[in-house]
């Protein structure tokens, strides 16, 4: 008998340290991490993340039967898998560096402004185009406090991989906006369909 209560209390040990051993779980966060300035990147996220939904949004009405504008339509969609896809590696970055809250994602996405359809092509690249500058803009200030924050790692990290990418993304929805614009002064009636119809072209290669 004295065996048995021997080999529980043993195993009573075991269990109790093993419990407090999973307790303490070990921490990814460095030297240089500052909650407020990665609960700044976790709040960007979401702005990454409606930039898609906004996007997919634009595809859907370029794609109606009553619009039928098959080129922006795709480079509607192109750019929502590519704001997805920024999202998800600033969620990769926030759990590298040891940000572990569960809730990090926005419980709830519409379109900027509520807005499903507009009134036509143009209209359409310019809302991309402040939603663009509105993103660029968030980076940057992100990128202005944490390096104020002597968080250098996500500074260069943003400046490095995700400003470049974004500034080209950018240029890329004004020049389209301004070659419509052009094509339309000298084609009302058909520029749109002409414009689009040279998209489908250029993405097409």
Same mark, same amino acid.
């Given at each position: /008998?004295?065996?048995? =209560? @021997? ?6 040990? $075991? ?17 240089? =991490? ?13 702005? !990454? ?15 109606? =039967? ?18 997805? !896809? ?9 759990? /590298? ?12 996405? !519409?379109?900027?402004? &509520? ?43 943003? @400046?490095?991989?995700? /400003? !470049? ?7 890329? $929805?004004? &020049? ?26 250029? /993405?097409? $290669?």
């Amino acid at each position: /008998m004295k065996l048995v =209560y @021997t080999v529980a209390s043993a195993f009573l040990v $075991v269990l109790i340290a093993q419990s407090a051993y999973a307790s303490e779980k070990l921490s990814a966060q460095d030297y240089a =991490y500052n909650s407020t300035c990665l609960n700044h990147l976790r709040s960007h996220i979401k702005r !990454e993340l409606q930039a898609a939904v906004t996007y997919l949004a634009m595809g859907a009405w370029a794609n109606h =039967y009553s619009v039928q504008r098959p080129g922006l339509a795709n480079f509607f969609f192109d750019s929502a898998s590519e704001e997805r !896809e920024h999202g998800l590696k600033l969620l990769g970055y926030l759990r /590298m560096r040891g940000h572990n809250d569960l809730d990090i994602l926005p419980s709830s996405l !519409e379109p900027l402004n &509520g807005k499903y359809e507009w009134e036509n092509s143009l209209s359409a690249l310019r809302q991309a185009l402040k939603m663009e500058k509105d993103v660029t803009e968030s980076i940057k200030k992100i990128i202005d406090y944490c390096a104020d924050a002597e968080d250098h790692q996500l500074a260069d990290y943003l @400046t490095g991989d995700f /400003m !470049e990418e974004q500034l080209k993304g950018q240029r890329n $929805v004004a &020049g389209l906006a301004n070659t419509l614009q052009g094509v339309l002064r000298k084609q009302p009636r058909l520029g749109e369909w002409i414009f689009d119809n040279n998209l489908s072209k250029s /993405m097409a $290669v």
